[in-house]
């Protein structure tokens, strides 16, 4: 069984939080950053990613060490060596978007998953639809609220409730798939929500299935836009962010 090297990369440049696997050599979960700006209207819109720092437990998972202050992003690249990943491990990870502002403001993220070789669907593809099961991976807080599945806002194919709609996007031509997370309601000053608080692997994958993703890359990235006349999350990101959300 291949096993592989995790570790954390911090870099600035919107907020982001990635999992670069390449089994065999090095596996990077990144978390980050720090840059929220509105395209919209003049405002104090201030956005916050950060994520709990983490430490091994007996057997081998990585757990929240709370005794360590919450990881933020920053200008510098750090890079944090995990140890290695394989099949069964759990690794605690709670990427959460802060509204740190004085502004009431829409808040959504995208998430990017990518795969060098264009083959992840046929691991964690569904059957009959198209695109990516990604609660194969993630797991936890939002992720894990039960959703509606059907048309919202006009897109087919969505996944929403009454807090969220995800809206799923797929390549599988070139592996990459795009889950556009908008939130329903607007972020007062404080409000914060973790879109997920654990990645892992699941015990029964074999090591063919583990080289299916050695070159998968998981990005997050969060938004924040001021609510002004906006009506809703879609409009505000769909204008203001529009190479994001297209």
């Not at 911090?10 to 670069?20: K, N």
């Not at 091994?56 to 929240?64: I, Q």
């Not at 809206?167 to 939130?183: I, M, P």
């Amino acid at each position: 069984m291949n096993k592989a090297k995790l570790q954390v990369i911090s870099a600035g440049v919107f907020f982001a939080l990635s999992l670069l696997m390449l089994l065999g050599t090095t596996v990077a979960y990144f978390s980050d950053t720090k840059q929220a700006t509105s395209t919209i209207t003049v405002g104090n819109v201030a956005i916050e990613l950060t994520e709990a720092a983490v430490k091994r437990d007996g057997v081998g998972n990585l757990v929240e060490d709370t005794s360590v202050p919450r990881i933020k992003g920053g200008k510098d690249t750090t890079l944090r060596d995990y140890g290695v990943i394989y099949p069964g491990i759990s690794i605690y990870k709670d990427p959460t978007i802060k509204n740190v502002g004085s502004s009431e403001a829409w808040i959504a993220a995208k998430i990017t998953v990518t795969d060098g070789d264009g083959q992840i669907d046929r691991i964690i593809g569904y059957d009959g639809e198209a695109g990516i099961d990604i609660g194969m991976l993630l797991s936890g807080a939002l992720l894990s609220e039960r959703c509606h599945f059907g048309t919202w806002n006009g897109i087919p194919d969505v996944r929403y409730n009454d807090k969220y709609a995800i809206v799923q996007k797929s390549d599988a031509l070139v592996g990459e798939y795009t889950f556009y997370v908008f939130f329903s309601n607007t972020f007062a000053p404080g409000a914060q929500e973790t879109l997920f608080d654990h990645f892992s692997i699941p015990d029964d994958w074999s090591n063919e299935m583990m080289q299916e993703f050695r070159e998968l890359t998981i990005h997050i990235q969060a938004f924040g836009v001021q609510v002004f006349d906006l009506d809703s999350c879609y409009e505000a990101m769909t204008k203001a962010f529009a190479t994001h959300f297209s």
